[in-house]
């Protein structure tokens, strides 16, 4: 096997293998926040739009090798080399929109479990960052030479054709301020977490495990880092046969954000799988258990877990350090019911009032007694003070 050949299968290879990976992990995202905790979000939906730009991507990637990815420009005829310089033209257009998509999908997918406001904001200065970075490395690819077709017929070597194109030096540059800016986003989003979750109520064990799932995102920096390296090839004047390393390490940074990014999700399909029932990302101090006295989760149904992965708006206070507890008590009082199989137990703070004698008055009517304790614990960081709030509702 040639080292031509060599390049082209290398190239094909990590799009063939990356791209079914990233469908099937977006796919199972999909599923899991569209029908199992049925919350499909912005995050979701950008992830989805970043796996369409990936599949252009690992598309043009192979078709460029069908025309001359990997090859020296003597061995190729015109026709090939500028085909296969047009191919590459769309793969760095469908990357840059690609590695956004997935950045901006981890972001927001953080923000669901983010609390502190210095969280929120360096979530909102990533995304923007990472928007600002790769609008301009894309328009600086889109628009590099004048006019655009001539990136790939330039290699015709013909005289007839005119055209200019940007200093090469321009170029480089760009590269690695983008990598400088990607890599730095991604450790980002992969550090915060161990922020996010070290306060939670959960198991120091649980912990662990959260925060390695939400940081798995910052494994797309190491393709970035190894990508440095060859960013000089772009001087190149045998380009198709230098850059094939660019291509490989941006398509494994894209494919290994969009698969970690969606994983993070999947949790409540593994649940479903293993068949456990219990709720490990919530430890609770409070008795009670799951019984109708206990002290049940903020922002969610009853009896229904609502893993770390997959909260909604309305959930997000599950897991709060803030929330202590809420508390409710409930007492009722109906008419009797032959089908009423009730009984009570230990356990249950709802007792039957009216069992022999139903209240005259109210012949078609219950009484409800509803009492709720609220407790919140809440900081400043000024002067780190903390005060307990107890709210009681009847």
């Keep these: 096997m040639t080292d031509e050949h060599q390049r082209k299968t290398a190239v094909q290879t990590i799009a063939a293998v990356f791209l079914p990976i990233a469908t099937i992990t977006v796919m199972l995202r999909i599923y899991v926040r569209g029908w199992i905790v049925k919350a ?24 460029g090798t069908l025309y001359g990815t990997g090859y020296k420009l003597e061995n190729l005829e015109v026709e090939n080399r500028i085909t296969a310089m047009r191919y590459w033209w769309l793969c760095e257009i469908a990357y840059c929109f690609a590695s956004v998509g997935c950045k901006i999908s981890v972001c927001i997918f953080l923000m669901r479990i983010t609390i502190r406001p210095l969280h929120i904001w360096i979530l909102y200065i990533v995304m923007a960052l990472t928007v600002i970075a790769g609008l301009i490395f894309m328009f600086l690819m889109l628009l590099q030479c004048r006019p655009l077709e001539y990136f790939w017929t330039k290699l015709a070597y013909d005289p007839n054709i005119i055209g200019t194109c940007m200093d090469m030096k321009i170029i480089v540059i760009m590269t690695y301020i983008y990598s400088v800016v990607a890599a730095l986003c991604d450790f980002t989003v992969g550090i915060l977490p161990i922020f996010l979750v070290r306060k939670l109520h959960m198991k120091r064990q649980t912990k662990i495990a959260v925060m390695g799932i939400l940081s798995m995102a910052c494994i797309a920096s190491s393709a970035v880092i190894i990508r440095f390296p060859f960013v000089s090839t772009f001087y190149d004047p045998d380009f198709l046969y230098a850059t094939y390393q660019i291509a490989v390490w941006s398509n494994v940074e894209a494919g290994l954000g969009i698969t970690a990014g969606s994983l993070a999700t999947l949790r409540p399909l593994l649940r479903i799988w293993t068949g456990s029932h219990s709720d490990p990302y919530y430890s609770t101090g409070f008795p009670g258990g799951r019984s109708r006295s206990a002290s049940r989760p903020l922002g969610g149904a009853e009896n229904r877990p609502f893993p770390l992965g997959s909260l909604d708006d309305s959930g997000q206070s599950r897991l709060r350090p803030d929330k202590l507890a809420v508390t409710v008590t409930t007492i009722q009082s109906k008419r009797d019911d032959p089908e009423d199989n009730y009984s009570t137990s230990p356990s249950s703070s709802e007792e039957r009032l009216t069992i022999d004698r139903p209240s005259p008055r109210l012949p078609d009517m219950g009484l409800g007694i509803h009492r709720t304790f609220e407790v919140t614990q809440t900081s400043t960081e000024r002067d780190d003070a903390e005060r307990i709030i107890v709210r009681e509702h009847v």
Excluded: K, N, P, R
């Design 40 to 63: 499909f979000g912005w995050d979701d939906g950008a992830m989805v739009i970043s796996l369409l730009c990936y599949a252009m991507f690992c598309g043009t990637m192979i078709g």
